[in-house]
């Protein structure tokens, strides 16, 4: 019997390598751009914009190849017990919440940064003033907090019932290792915030961009190899027999009986053998 989580697994551990190589190709694009001169010319921006296409193109495979893998663990749920069921349930759920956190703070980002935009005075440019203010990027690295969160207990849920011991401490040390880059990040974002109005080109800024594509990287890269790991224990588990499916219980769970003329099981409620036809009053 082909298993329909060993299936998701084996998507998810693909996606995952998709993200680590679309994490080295944009920190690589990210430094082909010479951000020294402090040109925004459009061929320079159209240049930039195209640069940018192939991760678009790998983060949509991945996307979409995660997803699909996605759905085979939501239908192979009931594949390793009621424990995994429902810890899929609950993965399932964070889900949803993880969605409507990440739509809020699209809300927010696009209402502060509409405010910003709609107040400029005219002559005044982004690089003459903070993009935004500390209260706002707070308020953005408290949201974006919530949302890495949530989003890695997702894969907590999704594989904590199909692991061993190793995978268990692989799979804590994805999460806490997520939460703790992503962290760093956003507080360094917060505290320099001021550091991009000081104009492109600058020094400042160039040691701003360098520091934050580099936390970029390490976000993308040291959480996803725990990451892969903790996908790829239970996918071997299940290909190696330790791990064997739960068969799928009959369709019909009401008693049966024998039938009197051909012996074989037959509703207990019945009045006529489906197989061989005889009335069951015929031998009362």
């Given at each position: ?5 060993k ?7 693909i ?21 020294t001169?402090g040109e925004t010319t ?6 930039s914009?195209v640069?940018v ?5 790998l983060?949509f495979?991945?996307g979409?190849?995660g997803f699909?893998?996605?759905i085979?663990m ?9 424990k995994h ?8 759920l964070v889900f ?13 980002v696009?209402?502060?940064?509409y ?16 993009f935004m203010?500390?209260?706002v ?5 408290i949201?974006?907090l919530?949302?890495?969160?949530l989003?890695?207990?997702i894969?907590v849920f999704g ?5 061993n011991?190793?995978g ?5 040390l ?13 507080v ?6 001021s550091v991009p ?5 600058s020094s400042?800024?160039s040691?701003?961009?360098?520091m934050?594509g580099?936390i970029?990287?390490?976000a ?16 071997q588990r299940?290909?190696s027999g330790?791990l ?5 219980m009959e369709?019909s769970?009401?008693?049966s009986r024998?039938c009197?003329n051909?012996g074989r099981?037959?509703?207990?409620d ?15």
């Amino acid at each position: 019997m082909e298993s329909k989580t060993k299936t998701g697994l084996l998507l998810l551990m693909i996606y995952v390598l998709i993200s680590l190589v679309s994490g080295i190709v944009a920190y690589s694009l990210f430094y082909s751009v010479d951000l020294t001169t402090g040109e925004t010319t459009g061929a320079s921006i159209l240049a930039s914009l195209v640069s940018v296409i192939p991760i678009l193109i790998l983060a949509f495979v991945g996307g979409l190849i995660g997803f699909i893998g996605a759905i085979f663990m939501l239908l192979g749920r009931k594949e390793f017990g009621e424990k995994h069921q429902k810890f899929i349930f609950y993965a399932l759920l964070v889900f949803v919440v993880a969605i409507v956190v990440m739509i809020i703070t699209t809300i927010v980002v696009a209402f502060f940064t509409y405010s910003y935009v709609s107040n400029l005075i005219p002559g005044d440019s982004i690089n003459d003033t903070n993009f935004m203010s500390s209260t706002v990027l707070i308020i953005i690295v408290i949201i974006g907090l919530i949302s890495v969160i949530l989003s890695n207990l997702i894969w907590v849920f999704g594989l904590y019932q199909l692991e061993n011991n190793t995978g268990r401490i692989c799979l804590v040390l994805y999460y806490i290792l997520s939460i703790a880059v992503s962290l760093i990040l956003y507080v360094y974002i917060a505290l320099s915030g001021s550091v991009p109005s000081t104009g492109i080109g600058s020094s400042s800024y160039s040691q701003w961009v360098g520091m934050t594509g580099f936390i970029s990287l390490l976000a993308s890269i040291l959480p996803n190899i725990f990451l892969f790991v903790s996908i790829y224990i239970p996918y071997q588990r299940i290909s190696s027999g330790e791990l064997v499916p739960i068969p799928p219980m009959e369709s019909s769970a009401a008693p049966s009986r024998m039938c009197p003329n051909c012996g074989r099981s037959i509703p207990f409620d019945a009045t006529t053998c489906p197989y061989c036809g005889k009335r069951f009053e015929d031998f009362l």
